[in-house]
């Protein structure tokens, strides 16, 4: 996968400001106002191991060998499963996904940018996570689910996933109780600054390795 220099650098220029921006620590939402930039007082990591904090319930850890794990696979089912438009998700309180923001997700997915961790189960997709990979930092956008409990495998498997393949932050912005059941928390954004820049100096792939 290419280095986070590669996509601040990058010869499209959407791509490159959306990468740059990331970089800053700020993320984009539509709040009905167009695509805009945005920033919170602190942000939500993911401890990526159990010793780290990462809280795998007893009865959710029964339920982890029965999901496989794929990788931008169905990234476009994944992106409609985050807005709520995928058949068989929960009915959502907003939208925030817009369909600009839609397309641009689409557009950073063809540059390599953006990536969709999903969850299967008997051959049908049951959850997912959108997010943005940018040198050792996974940027958790969204999540959905299809099966009960199928996101939070996700979370928890795309800690496990991600921590194996070199990343060393998984940042999934804003915290909320259902995160927080599974040992996220929060940093300000002093404590934060650091390890985006320490992570973005890493060079990390989602592929599995080669040779």
């Known amino acids: 996968m290419p280095t986070a220099a590669h996509f601040l650098k990058h010869p499209d220029p959407l791509t490159r400001e959306v990468a740059q921006g990331y970089a800053e620590g700020g993320f984009l939402m539509d709040n009905g106002d167009g695509v ?25 850890r029964r339920e982890l060998p029965r999901f496989e794990v794929r990788v931008d696979t169905a990234f476009e089912d994944v992106l409609e499963g985050c807005r709520g438009h995928l058949h068989g998700t929960p009915e959502r309180d907003g939208e925030w996904i817009s369909p600009e923001l839609t397309d641009l997700y689409g557009h950073l997915h063809e540059t390599g940018l953006a990536h969709s961790f999903e ?15 940018l040198g050792g930092a996974f940027i958790a956008e969204s999540k ?9 495998v996700a979370v928890i498997r795309l ?13 999934a912005q ?12 929060e940093v300000s954004d002093a404590e ?15 592929s599995l390795p080669t040779g």
């Open 119 to 133: 969850v299967w189960q008997g051959g049908e997709l049951a959850g997912g996570i959108l997010g943005l990979a």
């Open 174 to 185: 804003i915290q909320n109780p259902h995160l927080e059941t599974l040992g996220v928390y």
């Open 144 to 152: 959905f689910h299809r099966v009960t409990n199928a996101s939070k």
């Open 36 to 60: 805009q930039w945005y920033s919170v007082p602190g942000r939500a990591l993911v401890p990526l191991t159990e010793e780290a904090g990462l809280h795998v319930a007893r009865r959710l």
């Open 192 to 206: 934060y600054a650091p390890l985006l820049a320490a992570a973005l100096k890493v060079n990390a792939s989602l």
């Open 159 to 171: 800690a496990g996933y991600v921590r194996a393949r070199g990343f060393i932050l998984l940042d």
